[in-house]
C-alpha cells in the first residue's frame, strides 16, 4: 500500500537510463475494446499516457505494421511496434567531471554535502553540469542504477545532506524507509520576522492554480505536508529556526514558512520583497542571493548494515554571514520555553488561497 507522507514524484520522476529501440507487443485479449493509448499505458506502464498518445500521433506506434491514431479500439491480437523515444533527460544521461562534496561513501551509499547552485538532475535549462552527471563520472556503475541512485531531491539552491544509492538494493531499501518515514531529515533556515514558538503546520500542499513555478496550501487535491519547527534564536527582523520534515513535498518547507507569515529570508519565489529590515540586513540578504535552507541532518538506516547512522553538515559561509549580521541588531532573544503550552493556537488566514494555516504549539 503506497503511504500517503510518501512523494513519489520526488522519487519517480525520472526515466531509467537504458531503454530498448523498439518494443513489440500482441495484444492480449483481456485489452479488447481499449483504445490504443489506454492499452499502450497498461503495456507500457514505465512512460505516461500523454508521452505514448504523442508517440501514436508522431507515427512511432505501428499497429499490424501500419501507423494507428490513439483513439483507435482494439480486438485482441493486434501486433504492436512501439519505437522508444529517448527524452531529453535521458540524452543528459552522461558524465561529467565535477568535484563533487562527498562527505561518506561505502560499496552501499554515499552522502554528498551539495553546495547551493548545483541542480539534482537534468531538466530544461540544466541539461549538463548536475549532480547527477557528477555522480556517473565518479561512480560509472551507477549507469545500472535507476535515477542514478538518487533517492531525494533538494532544490537548486537549498544547500546540504544527500544520500544516493550505489545499487538497487540500496535504493530500493532507502525508498521504502522514505516510505515509511524513518529516515530523518533536519533543516536550519532563517524566516522574516520573529517566529513565536515551537510548532507544527500541518496542511495539504498542491500546485499553485496561479503560478505553475510554485507549490501552494490548497483546500482540495494536494498531499498531506507535515513540517516541525523549533526556534533556535530570534533577532528584531528574523528568526533563526529549525525544520524538521515528517514529509517530504516539493518545496514543503518554503511553502509551509510563507503561509506561517514567516517566509525564507532570500526566498526568490514564497519571500516577502516589501519586510522590513535595517540597511545592513537588507544588504546581507541580497548577498544571499538564495533562499536561507540547508539541510543541516540526515539520518537513516544503512541499507546493508541496518546501523543507525547520522550525518550533520556545517552552515555554509553565507547563512553563518547573515546571522552574524543579523547579531549586530542586538543580542538574540533565546526561546526559553520549547515544551508543550496550553495556551491557545494561533493560526493565520491566506486570503490568496481561502485555506486556513494552523501554525500550532508542537
Known amino acids: 500500500m503506497t503511504d500517503p507522507y ?24 483481456s485489452l479488447a475494446g481499449e483504445r490504443l493509448d489506454a492499452a499502450l499505458a497498461k503495456l507500457l506502464p514505465d512512460y505516461s499516457r500523454s508521452r505514448l498518445t504523442q508517440w501514436v500521433k508522431d507515427g512511432h506506434v505501428l499497429l499490424d505494421g501500419k501507423p494507428a491514431v490513439p483513439k483507435t479500439k482494439l480486438l485482441g491480437g493486434e501486433h504492436i511496434d512501439v519505437a522508444v523515444q529517448q527524452t531529453e533527460e535521458q540524452l543528459a544521461y552522461h558524465p561529467e567531471a565535477m568535484e563533487l562534496p562527498i562527505v561518506y561513501e561505502d560499496d552501499h551509499i ?5 553546495p547551493a547552485g548545483m541542480v539534482v538532475h537534468p531538466a530544461a535549462g540544466n541539461w549538463t553540469g548536475t549532480l547527477l552527471n557528477g555522480l556517473l563520472h565518479h561512480c560509472p556503475a551507477l549507469t545500472h542504477v535507476p535515477r542514478a541512485g538518487i533517492v531525494h531531491r533538494l532544490d537548486k539552491e537549498t544547500s546540504g545532506l544527500m544520500v544516493v544509492a550505489k545499487t538497487i538494493p540500496a535504493q530500493t531499501e532507502l525508498v521504502r524507509q522514505m516510505q515509511a518515514r524513518s529516515v530523518k531529515r533536519i533543516y536550519r533556515a532563517i524566516a522574516d520576522g520573529v517566529v513565536p514558538f515551537d510548532g507544527k503546520i500541518e496542511t495539504l500542499i498542491g500546485r499553485d492554480p496561479h503560478n505553475r513555478m510554485r507549490m501552494a496550501v490548497v483546500k482540495f487535491g494536494g498531499k498531506q505536508a507535515i513540517t516541525h519547527v523549533r526556534v533556535l534564536a530570534t533577532f528584531p527582523s528574523h528568526s533563526y529556526i529549525e525544520c524538521r520534515l515528517e514529509t517530504g513535498r516539493t518545496h514543503q518547507i518554503r511553502v509551509h514558512m510563507r503561509e506561517a507569515r514567516h517566509p525564507l529570508a532570500g526566498d526568490p519565489l514564497y519571500g516577502n520583497p516589501r519586510h522590513t529590515m ?30 543507525e547512522m547520522t550525518w550533520k553538515a556545517k552552515l555554509p559561509d553565507d547563512m553563518k554571514h547573515l546571522l552574524a549580521v543579523l ?29 486556513e494555516v494552523l501554525y500550532v504549539r508542537d
Request: charged residues 35%.
Open 278 to 307: 535595517p540597511d545592513e540586513v537588507e544588504e546581507a540578504v541580497k548577498a544571499l542571493g538564495r533562499q536561507a535552507l540547508h539541510a543541516y541532518s540526515l539520518t537513516l538506516t544503512h541499507p546493508a548494515t541496518g546501523q
Open 110 to 114: 554515499i552522502i554528498i554535502n551539495k
Open 327 to 355: 547579531g549586530g541588531e542586538g543580542q538574540p532573544q533565546e526561546m526559553a520555553d520549547h515544551g508543550d503550552l496550553d495556551e491557545d493556537d494561533e493560526d493565520w488566514d491566506d486570503d490568496d488561497y481561502d485555506v
Open 6 to 29: 510518501f512523494d513519489s514524484e520526488d522519487y519517480s520522476d525520472i526515466s531509467e537510463n537504458e531503454v530498448s529501440a523498439t518494443q513489440q507487443f500482441d495484444v492480449p485479449l
